[in-house]
């Protein structure tokens, strides 16, 4: 490699990683800034937490409420997702299925990821009126499990083919019954790969937003997106609580990027390409 | 003598039923998936299909449907807003798919060939797709904002007045656009990077001994390898762009007047701002079959190109 070229690559590849890190660098250093730092439009200020202080401790705000109905939809969500996804995918990717039945499981859950989810807006909303779980943790945690099968079956699949037929056989000479094969000899050997879904799914029922809007209207069952949209439709912007809700909704992704890299990756092009 | 014979039978048949969940253990492990599938997307599509014919309210509480046949076919002729939503909601996907394949294959091109710091150039480029799609609408509002936003700002300091960005009828798609590309060009670039890097170097180092440059060796031997990889990319990612809701909700709200109004956001509005709920299953319906024809076009052209390779 030539000397001026390896330069002029990492500049221009530097230059790619300042433009996404710029805009979340900008959105924290506004949430430490108070209102007359904000808009006086110098680059000088003095730092403070009071945007947080504003938006955990003030009674305004209900962002600990909202986090809170964020944890529980997410953790309910990934149980759920992982459970049943688990034992599906590991009946189509270790027993033999006729091709119709595989082919259809997969083609029918390659269809809920890739339609617009406002398709299942309306029918939701009826679904979780009628049985009286609307504005509650329950009814977002319905329509994120369904959003989030498709990639948790795809990842658990593509784990459960990579652990070794051998010891599985091994087991059941032993006695093993399936289940038991299962619990016990396949899910601890996929424990890494199941990790990385669940957190993966967790990150993605944090992240999601037009299902936790329309099925939720007070902080009783409202996400911390729901929350930081509701700030965007009031009359007098408060621009520094506003930077600091969007950058503490962002810390779970900051924090995954650094401990599950390689895994994020085979989520996001996975279920890409193989379909 | 009684208790004993029914402990026996009882044993008899627990082991009976368990040697029959065991046999039958791919068929039970496979159905709460079945399961979740029917009652979570089939009977919902069944209700789109009731709805989209109904009138739909609340009466204390309680939902009552009524049967109006195709009257909702007859308010989406004289409505319009939905040809400004679909030609809008086309733009967009055209030009942003466009835009993020373009950088997103030429970064993944870059990082394959830089050595050194290749795994923080993939760390920073992912995190975009991580952040609550909310929190990057947020983050642009406040840099687009007229009075305190840092690109004003930024201009400002250039000598330039900066627009209105998003409250501006002729900027408003444009900057959710913008908002697009920096969110979703480093999915191309994950997908394009697997690609390249499966990619034969021996061939190129033939190809080079033969006096190719580096720009032939992309043309003739890399870009033919990558097409299928761009192909099966840009078409999954065309679908995926028609969900767009989240920024453009936060952003414009659709507007100013009907300039960045999509089809996921207007349908959101008919229901839930306009309250008409059989209508906006009526668009939610036909939004499905034609999403739908696009997915069973993606799986074809993939199978097709997985087959070719």
Redesign the interface.
């Known amino acids: 490699?030539k000397k001026p070229g390896t330069w002029l690559?990492?500049g221009?590849?530097m230059l790619?990683?300042l433009?996404?890190?710029a805009?979340?660098v900008?959105?924290f250093l506004?949430s430490l800034k108070l209102f007359r730092d904000?808009?006086s439009?110098s680059w000088a200020f003095d730092p403070t937490w009071r945007n947080y202080e504003q938006l955990f401790m003030s009674n305004r705000n209900s962002f600990v409420d909202l986090t809170r109905n964020s944890l529980v939809v997410g953790g309910l969500t990934l149980a759920v997702v992982i459970?049943?996804?688990a034992?599906?995918a590991?009946?189509?990717s270790?027993?033999k299925?006729r091709r119709a039945i595989s082919g259809l499981?997969m083609?029918?859950?390659?269809?809920?990821n890739?339609?617009?989810?406002?398709?299942?807006?309306?029918?939701?909303?009826?679904?979780a009126?009628?049985l009286d779980i609307y504005d509650t943790p329950l009814a977002i945690v319905?329509a994120h499990?369904?959003l989030n099968?498709p990639l948790a079956?795809w990842m658990l699949h593509s784990f459960f083919a990579d652990v070794p037929v051998e010891l599985e056989e091994a087991a059941a000479i032993d006695g093993c019954?399936?289940?038991q094969t299962?619990l016990r000899i396949v899910l601890p050997i996929a424990r890494p790969g199941i990790a990385a879904t669940a957190v993966l799914v967790f990150?993605f029922s944090?992240?999601?937003?037009?299902f936790a809007l329309?099925l939720s209207s007070t902080p009783a069952a409202m996400t911390?997106?729901v929350g930081?949209?509701g700030?965007?439709q009031e009359y007098n912007?408060r621009?520094g609580e506003?930077?600091a809700?969007?950058?503490f909704?962002?810390i779970?992704?900051?924090i995954?990027?650094?401990i599950a890299?390689k895994h994020?990756?085979k989520g996001?092009?996975l279920g890409?390409?193989k379909? | 003598m009684m208790a004993t014979s029914a402990v026996d039978m009882t044993r008899q048949q627990r082991w009976r039923l368990s040697t029959f969940l065991d046999a039958n253990f791919q068929y039970w492990a496979l159905a709460p998936i079945l399961i979740f599938l029917a009652v979570l997307t089939l009977y919902p599509v069944g209700q789109l299909l009731r709805m989209s014919v109904s009138d739909l309210a609340f009466v204390k509480g309680k939902l009552e449907w009524t049967y109006v046949g195709l009257d909702h076919f007859q308010t989406l002729r004289n409505d319009p807003v939905v040809p400004d939503a679909l030609k809008n909601t086309l733009l967009f996907v055209v030009v942003v798919v466009c835009v993020e394949a373009v950088l997103g294959l030429l970064l993944a091109i870059l990082v394959s060939r830089a050595r050194r710091f290749a795994w923080f150039y993939r760390s920073v480029y992912m995190i975009p797709l991580l952040i609550p799609p909310i929190a990057i609408g947020t983050i642009w509002r406040l840099m687009y904002d007229y009075n305190y936003g840092i690109i004003n700002q930024i201009l400002f300091e250039l000598g330039l007045t900066g627009p209105l960005w998003t409250a501006n009828p002729d900027l408003a798609l444009v900057s959710v656009m913008i908002v697009d590309v920096w969110h979703w060009t480093s999915f191309l670039f994950l997908i394009m990077l697997a690609g390249v890097e499966s990619l034969p170097y021996e061939l190129s180092e033939a190809a080079r001994v033969d006096g190719a440059n580096e720009v032939q060796v992309y043309r003739h031997i890399f870009f033919p390898l990558l097409r299928p990889t761009i192909i099966v990319a840009l078409m999954l990612r065309t679908i995926l762009a028609f969900k767009v809701f989240d920024q453009i909700f936060l952003l414009t709200g659709g507007g100013p007047g009907t300039s960045s109004e999509v089809i996921s956001l207007y349908i959101y509005k008919v229901y839930f701002v306009q309250t008409r709920l059989g209508y906006g299953a009526l668009l939610a319906l036909l939004t499905a079959v034609i999403m739908s024809v696009f997915v069973v076009f993606y799986q074809w052209l993939n199978n097709y190109v997985n087959r070719q390779r």
């Open positions: 490699m690559l990492h221009v590849l790619f990683a433009i996404i890190l805009p979340v900008y959105t506004t904000i808009i439009g459970a049943v996804a034992l599906g590991y009946s189509l270790r027993f299925w499981v083609a029918w859950l390659l269809f809920v890739m339609l617009p989810p406002i398709i299942f807006v309306g029918p939701f909303y009826l679904i009126r009628t319905m499990s369904i099968l079956f019954s399936r289940l299962f990150v944090w992240k999601e937003f037009l329309t911390i997106p930081i949209a700030f965007a912007i621009y506003m930077a809700a969007a950058f909704a962002t779970p992704a900051l995954l990027v650094f890299q994020i990756v996001m092009t890409a390409l379909g």
